[in-house]
């Protein structure tokens, strides 16, 4: 038997009960007849009395605090419990302890779970205040010089054409904003299937380099490896997606980087993955800014992104199809000396 709070209940007022007919029986038998013949009769009575009276009064008591726990427990299973059909899964207890700590879980994950919506709330405020804050430049720019050229700048043909230069340049940067808004949004929503194959990340490195040569060049800066890479580099991922990480992260060495400098990339032979690094030896990335530069719009300086053509979005693309690959990414970097930023790979066959 379980001495919880229903049972100690219906025992004392079993027992006080018990005692009341034992006493007032017997001495009114006492009194009427005179002798105490019957106290042996009168106490078992008692006994029969007292097991009654604890049975009705626990079943009483118990049923009172499972009906109220029951509508507990319906409060907080509701979504997965919504009609009476349902009542048997509700766990039938009257342990009230039990009852407590349920009900404290329960708010605890309410908790959590309001949290988390607070959270994502938050982000998709802050992710819509961001984007309308990037096309809204670009926007009053091409505005501006449509004004002006309304204004009677159409009718200079010097001028003209310059604005009309300007606008779209200004439409050309909504373009690049919009395009990487909708990989962002692929990638999370897990739109975008990853086309695994096996491939040579040295040559790809290489192709990418070709492709970045010229805006290299305008700033005199040098795409080198660390050091020869004869044999090939065989890694297991997404070529087109490790193409576009290969892309943003060497242009944003190039964009960062001091003119006249260098930009290398290596590579780790860690036992299952390999890990490419890309250092450059720029400007840096304060320590209290490397943690947030994978988030997106997040710049360190917004104007030189901007003059650079930069979205605010590309580390986060970068960070999205590293994940997608299940890899992990890393940035490290010393102010004025450059950043090195670092990506595993699985290794291919
Ligand atoms: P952006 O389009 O602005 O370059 P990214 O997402 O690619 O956006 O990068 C986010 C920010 O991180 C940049 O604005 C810049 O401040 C910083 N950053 C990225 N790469 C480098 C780098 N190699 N050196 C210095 N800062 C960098």
């Not at 804050?133 to 200079?156: C, M, R, S, V, W």
Request: glycine residues 6%.
């Amino acid at each position: 038997m379980q001495f919880d709070k229903p049972n100690i209940l219906a025992l004392s007022l079993a027992g006080i009960i018990a005692v009341l007919i034992w006493v007032l029986t017997s001495s009114v038998l006492y009194v009427s007849t005179g002798n105490d013949a019957y106290l042996l009769e009168v106490g078992m009575v008692s006994i029969a009395m007292f097991i009654a009276c604890y049975l009705v009064i626990r079943y009483s008591v118990e049923e009172f605090i499972y009906n109220k726990v029951k509508i507990i427990y319906k409060n907080i299973h509701n979504l997965k419990i919504g009609s009476d059909e349902d009542e048997d899964e509700i766990v039938r207890s009257t342990d009230l302890d039990m009852v407590t700590r349920e009900v404290s879980e329960w708010a605890e994950q309410r908790d959590i779970e309001i949290e988390a919506l607070q959270v994502r709330e938050n982000f998709r405020r802050e992710f819509v205040g961001n984007v309308s804050h990037e096309l809204k430049t670009p926007i009053f720019n091409i505005q501006g010089y449509l004004l002006t050229l309304l204004d009677g700048a159409l009718d200079d043909p010097e001028i003209n054409r310059r604005y009309l230069k300007r606008a779209n340049k200004s439409v050309d940067r909504m373009i690049y904003i919009i395009q990487d808004l909708e990989t962002i949004s692929k990638l999370e929503s897990n739109m975008i299937q990853l086309a695994y194959s096996n491939f040579n990340i040295v040559g790809l490195v290489k192709e990418v380099f070709e492709m970045l040569e010229d805006k290299a060049k305008e700033r005199k800066i040098k795409l080198v490896f660390k050091k020869e890479y004869d044999k090939p580099i065989k890694v297991y991922g997404d070529r087109q997606k490790v193409e576009q990480v290969l892309i943003n992260l060497i242009n944003n060495a190039i964009k960062y980087g001091n003119d006249k400098g260098k930009v290398e990339v290596r590579f780790y032979d860690m036992d299952k993955q390999i890990l490419t690094e890309v250092s450059d030896d720029g400007v840096g990335i304060p320590q209290e800014d490397l943690s947030r530069i994978f988030e997106r719009f997040y710049r360190v300086d917004k104007s030189r992104s901007r003059e650079a053509g930069g979205t605010g979005l590309g580390l986060s693309i970068v960070k999205h199809i590293i994940e997608a690959h299940k890899q992990t990414i890393n940035a490290r970097s010393s102010e004025k000396a450059g950043s090195t930023f670092s990506f595993t790979l699985q290794k291919g066959k």
